[in-house]
């Protein structure tokens, strides 16, 4: 190990996020998902991560070696409320 001690990975989530201009309340709830997952799969090590794709090719720039198969929530679709001539009649 050099002089330099090694930098922890949420040091290294921090960075990433703050380069990257993330709110520092989307850092927080990152962090603190981060961490859950760390704690509740008793994590020890960098190569307990082997399974975090974004993770892995984001923060650590290493490729993993196999695929995620994750997919994104469908993005709700806001419609406009707009009255009818008749209720914005009746609301006057």
């Not at 290294?12 to 520092?24: G, K, N, Q, T």
């Not at 008793?42 to 993993?64: I, T």
């Amino acid at each position: 190990m050099s002089r330099e001690k090694k930098r922890k990975i949420m040091d290294e989530v921090r960075d990433y996020m703050r380069l990257h201009h993330y709110s520092i309340h989307t850092e927080k709830s990152y962090c603190d998902w981060i961490g859950r997952f760390i704690k509740f799969h008793q994590m020890k090590s960098r190569a307990d991560f082997e399974n975090g794709e974004d993770l892995y090719r984001k923060v650590l720039k290493k490729d993993p070696d196999q695929k995620i198969n994750a997919t994104h929530a469908k993005r709700r679709q806001n419609l406009p409320v707009v009255m009818t001539r008749e209720e914005a009649a009746m609301a006057v």
